[in-house]
Antibody
Framework: QVQLQESGPGLVKPSGTLSLTCAVS?????????WSWVRQPPEKGLEWIGE???????SYDPSLMSRVTISVDKSKNQFSLNLRSVTAADTATYYC??????????WGQGTLVTVSS | EIVLTQSPGTLSLSPGERATLSCRAS???????LAWYQQKSGQAPRLLIY???NRATGIPDRFSGSGSGTDFTLTISRLEPADFALYYC???????????FGQGTKLEIK
């Protein structure tokens, strides 16, 4: 079955760029579906960041759009998140997800990223 | 922007009881666009219900979803110890594409 695994630095300095990668196994990104990033600040709710499809088409949450880029590397079967100009408010567990029918179906285990100097 | 409000914030019940969780939208939502998730401590959310009433793969039939328009409900017919967790509703907005979540309901053992 499809599995997703996030990777990247667990600590990012303020004003820096948060960069994460999601490795997908059990399914080829080239075969379809949209792929999302979702985050969850400590002890808070879920926030959708954006999504990408196999062709590289993207959609982003309007509140983050100015700082976010999501990209896909079909040759490595992975997709990535870049979030620029981070502050402490961006401290969260970041999840990568394969979308379903207007829902978020398969989730990675998540990775905690802390923004601190 | 559609806002989802879940109630109650915390629900205290005993195993074997029936749980009813509410999700109210600030504007009408297509039933196709409403989903529910379960999140246990330290784990990723798990999709339970999509399209308001369709169980996701592997979800037991004691979980059911219903509703339309602005009022949606997740019902757990007979609570088991593993069901005590956080539950979120989510809606999909198409113009522009966006996923938004309710603030969550904590289901705790009484």
């Amino acid at each position: 079955q499809v599995q997703l695994q996030e990777s990247g630095p667990g600590l990012v300095k303020p004003s820096g760029t948060l960069s994460l990668t999601c490795a997908v196994s059990g399914y080829s990104i080239s075969n379809g579906y949209w792929w999302s990033w979702v985050r969850q600040p400590p002890e808070k709710g879920l926030e959708w960041i954006g999504e990408i499809d196999h062709s590289g088409s993207t959609s982003y949450d309007p509140s983050l759009m100015s700082r976010v880029t999501i990209s896909v590397d079909k040759s490595k079967n992975q997709f990535s998140l870049n979030l620029r100009s981070v502050t402490a408010a961006d401290t969260a567990t970041y999840y990568c997800v394969r979308n379903g029918a207007y829902c978020l179906e398969y989730w990675g285990q998540g990775t905690l990223v802390t923004v601190s100097s | 922007e559609i806002v989802l409000t879940q109630s109650p914030g915390t629900l205290s019940l005993s195993p074997g009881e029936r749980a009813t969780l509410s999700c109210r939208a600030s504007q009408s939502v297509s039933s196709s666009y409403l989903a529910w998730y379960q999140q246990k401590s330290g784990q990723a959310p798990r999709l339970l219900i999509y399209g308001a009433s369709n169980r996701a793969t592997g979800i037991p039939d004691r979980f059911s979803g219903s509703g339309s328009g602005t009022d949606f409900t997740l019902t757990i017919s007979r609570l088991e110890p593993a069901d005590f967790a956080l539950y979120y509703c989510q809606q999909y907005g198409s113009s522009p594409p966006v996923y938004t979540f309710g603030q969550g309901t904590k289901l705790e053992i009484k």
